[in-house]
Each structure stands twice: as structure tokens, then as C-alpha cells.
């Protein structure tokens, strides 16, 4: 990890404290537990938050081809250096909350799963409401999934918005040596 992405992130958190969910890059555990559920086979990837890109690193190391690859960043500075990091992803500068006012963003094809290094947890509802029903209305084809850590214990996506939206969440692990520890949920509709 280059020395710089800690700066990255704390310029980040200096322009938008709520945008950033922690002042250093995830780590190499919480990368492999995000990205293991992905099969680049069944569809492109949707990132959600990548930061410094330590979710995309793990995504391309697991094969999955970089055009087939969208990365949602809101802040410029870090958008720009991901664009210049991985130069066959498609690097949005957007607020993921605008998901569901956008067609698929691989035309035709939805995403087979999102991965998101969002902080929910620190944003308000009815952004984190946006951004999950976007997913899911606008982006996921049937039978995919979000995969979402948080620092908590609990579900990030909350209840009832799990329940208005026929969704269901399931912890697949923890990353333990990630500072701080995290764990991470699969988000996906019931029976799908």
C-alpha cells in the first residue's frame, strides 16, 4: 500500500469528515473476506466508496477484468488518483445516493454484485435509503449481491429498509486483523 494513501484519505476526511469512514486504507484481510463471494464469471462489479482502491486491488487480483469494473467515488482528488491507478475501470465521480436516477451502468448487463467501502453507518438515512434501493432497484441483476463492512456489529442497512425492500442480510465473516476489526454482510432480496 503506498505511503500516500493515508494522506489521500485524511485530505479526504479534511474536505468531507462524513464521506470517510476511516483515516487508513482497509487491510489486506477485510479486502480478500469483501471480494471472496465475487465471481467475475457471473457479471461485472459495481464499487461503492473504493477510496484508495484496496477493494479494487483485491477484485483485479481475483481476475476480474478491469473494464468490467465501475468505481463510484464522490471525492475528486481520490477519483483522480484512481482513475490514474487503474486505467481500465470506469471511474465515476458521483454520489452513490444518485444510483437509482441512472440506468444500468453497463448498459444492458446489471452488476453481479456491489461491493461497498461506504461508511453507512455515518451517513444519513435517507442517503443510505437511496443508495440501497438504487442497488437494488436500478443496478443488481436478480440473484446478486451487495457486500457491505462495517465497524459495528450490527447489519448497517437497517431493518426496516431491509424489510420494505424484500432483502436479507447475512454476516460472512469478520476481519480480525483489520484496524479496526470489521465485519462484512451480504445484502441481497429474499429468495433471489
Known amino acids: 500500500m503506498p505511503l500516500n494513501d493515508n494522506l489521500h ?6 474536505r468531507d469528515p462524513r464521506s470517510v469512514g476511516a483515516l487508513a486504507p482497509s487491510g489486506p484481510a477485510l479486502a480478500r473476506l469483501m ?3 465475487v465471481d467475475q464469471a457471473h457479471g461485472p462489479v459495481i464499487e461503492l466508496g473504493p477510496g484508495t482502491g484496496v477493494f479494487t ?3 483485479l487480483e481475483r481476475g476480474l477484468p478491469g473494464h468490467r ?3 463510484v467515488e464522490t471525492d475528486p482528488v481520490l477519483a483522480s488518483t484512481l482513475s490514474q491507478r487503474y486505467p481500465h475501470a470506469r471511474v465515476l465521480r458521483m454520489d452513490a445516493a444518485r444510483l437509482g436516477r441512472s440506468s444500468s451502468l453497463f448498459g444492458d448487463e446489471r452488476a453481479s454484485a456491489v461491493i461497498s467501502g461506504l461508511p453507512l453507518l455515518s451517513i444519513p438515512a435517507d442517503k443510505v435509503e437511496a443508495i440501497v434501493e438504487g442497488v437494488f432497484e436500478r443496478q443488481l441483476q436478480p440473484g446478486g449481491a451487495l ?3 462495517t465497524y459495528g456489529l450490527r447489519c448497517p442497512v437497517p431493518r426496516a429498509l431491509r424489510q420494505r425492500l424484500g432483502l436479507e ?3 460472512i465473516g469478520g476481519a480480525w486483523l483489520n484496524l479496526p476489526p470489521a465485519w ?3 445484502i441481497r432480496r429474499r429468495n433471489g
Do not use: D, I, M, P
Open 9 to 14: 484519505l485524511l485530505r479526504a476526511w479534511l
Open 35 to 37: 471480494t471472496a463471494h
Open 57 to 59: 486491488r483485491a477484485l
Open 69 to 71: 469494473l465501475v468505481l
Open 147 to 149: 457486500y457491505q463492512f
Open 169 to 171: 442480510a447475512e454476516r
Open 184 to 186: 462484512v454482510w451480504r
